[in-house]
Structure formats: structure tokens, C-alpha cells
């Protein structure tokens, strides 16, 4: 499967948005296949890791993100199921659901609930490893096209603190499995 082809199809129309989706994607993906590196012995389907990270945040096209130029009719939150749905028309339906559990680390049915996020009430969280490895990458991150760098683990804790204990809890969880 040509990843690049399926993005650049989906975001002809908006290169600066192709060029954040294919560098974000780049750098969660070479994060992911080193953290899959170490865990051999889990032995990790790098292909699909890749694959998923690349694809992982083909949503944000329908989504209203003036930062990043992009300016669909969705709030920036759906960016994780409406590339779900994209991807599913594609029959990518693994690579779909890493789209949809990736939003911080992962979104349970609480989460949704009581922050009132616009989305269907349903657990999206990551439950594979392979989903795991990729919304763990992620998060070191931004897709700012000003902005490459790694973030520091403090950097993403300190962000994550603003979303509840259990966020934080969750990624240190990630943290001493996957390495910083
Ligand atoms: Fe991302």
C-alpha cells in the first residue's frame, strides 16, 4: 500500500496541509517503528505501524484548523473519527480504527461525556500494541510546521495534567513499556 499516494490524492487541492500531514506522519512513524524496535519480542507488525502513522491524522482536512490552513466545517476534535470513516471507504478498517483512538491517549466513553465532546458516545481507545505505539509517538509531536521538534515527555505530562491524573497515569504506564 502507497501511503503518500493516498494522502496526496486526498489533499491535492491543499499542499501546505499535505506537506504538515506528511511531516507529522513522518516523524510519528519514525518514533513508532524505533519504539517498535525495542519490542521485538512483542513482535510489533511494522508494516501496519508505519502505514497507520502516516495515515493516522487524514481526518484533519474536514476539520476547522486555521493554524495548520486547513478550514473544513468540523470542529478540530473529529479530526480522529471522520479519518476513521475516510479510511474506511478506502477498506483500510484497521488503519480506520487508529485513526479514531488516537485523540490524546485515547478518549473512554467518561471522557466524552463529561467534557461534552461532539462525538458518539463509545470508548476510542487504543487497544492493540500497534495502536498503542502510534498514539503513544504522536504525542511527541505537534503538527506545527514551525514546530518539528521532539517534545520532552515533561512537555506532553504537563500537557496531558490539563485532562485529568489518569491521562498522565496512563502515558507513564506507556512510558516505562515503550521507553521516552
Ligand atoms: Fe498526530
Given at each position: 500500500?502507497?501511503?503518500?499516494?493516498?494522502?496526496?490524492?486526498?489533499?491535492?487541492?491543499?499542499?501546505s496541509?499535505?506537506?504538515?500531514i506528511?511531516?507529522?506522519?513522518?516523524?510519528?512513524?519514525?518514533?513508532?517503528?524505533?519504539?517498535?524496535d525495542?519490542?521485538?519480542?512483542?513482535?510489533?507488525?511494522?508494516?501496519?505501524?508505519?502505514?497507520?502513522?502516516?495515515?493516522?491524522?487524514?481526518?484533519?482536512?474536514?476539520t476547522?484548523a486555521?493554524?495548520?490552513?486547513?478550514?473544513?466545517?468540523?470542529?478540530?476534535?473529529?479530526?480522529g473519527?471522520?479519518?476513521?470513516?475516510?479510511?474506511?471507504?478506502?477498506?483500510?478498517?484497521?488503519?480506520?480504527m487508529?485513526?479514531?483512538?488516537?485523540?490524546?491517549?485515547?478518549?473512554?466513553?467518561?471522557?466524552?461525556?463529561?467534557?461534552k465532546?461532539p462525538?458518539?458516545?463509545?470508548?476510542?481507545?487504543?487497544?492493540?500494541?500497534?495502536?498503542?505505539?502510534?498514539?503513544?509517538?504522536?504525542?511527541?509531536f505537534?503538527?506545527?510546521p514551525?514546530?518539528t521538534?521532539?517534545?520532552?515527555?515533561?512537555?506532553?505530562?504537563?500537557?496531558?495534567?490539563?485532562?485529568?491524573?489518569?491521562?498522565?497515569?496512563?502515558?507513564?504506564?506507556?512510558?516505562s513499556?515503550?521507553?521516552?
Open positions: 500500500m502507497d501511503c503518500l499516494k493516498i494522502i496526496e490524492k486526498i489533499y491535492a487541492a491543499n499542499t496541509a499535505l506537506a504538515i506528511v511531516n507529522h506522519g513522518t516523524c510519528v512513524a519514525q518514533k513508532a517503528l524505533s519504539i517498535a525495542r519490542l521485538e519480542h512483542l513482535n510489533p507488525d511494522r508494516n501496519f505501524i508505519y502505514e497507520s502513522a502516516m495515515l493516522h491524522d487524514i481526518g484533519l482536512l474536514h476547522h486555521p493554524a495548520l490552513g486547513i478550514s473544513g466545517k468540523h470542529p478540530y476534535i473529529l479530526h473519527i471522520l479519518g476513521r470513516f475516510m479510511l474506511e471507504n478506502l477498506k483500510l478498517y484497521r488503519h480506520a487508529v485513526c479514531e483512538r488516537h485523540i490524546g491517549v485515547g478518549l473512554t466513553i467518561e471522557d466524552i461525556k463529561e467534557q465532546l462525538l458518539p458516545i463509545r470508548d476510542m481507545v487504543p487497544t492493540y500494541l500497534e495502536e498503542k505505539i502510534v498514539c503513544y509517538a504522536d504525542k511527541f505537534s503538527k506545527s514551525s514546530n521538534r521532539e517534545k520532552t515527555p515533561q512537555e506532553i505530562l504537563e500537557n496531558l495534567a490539563c485532562y485529568g491524573q489518569n491521562k498522565v497515569s496512563k502515558f507513564l504506564r506507556w512510558m513499556q515503550f521507553g521516552p
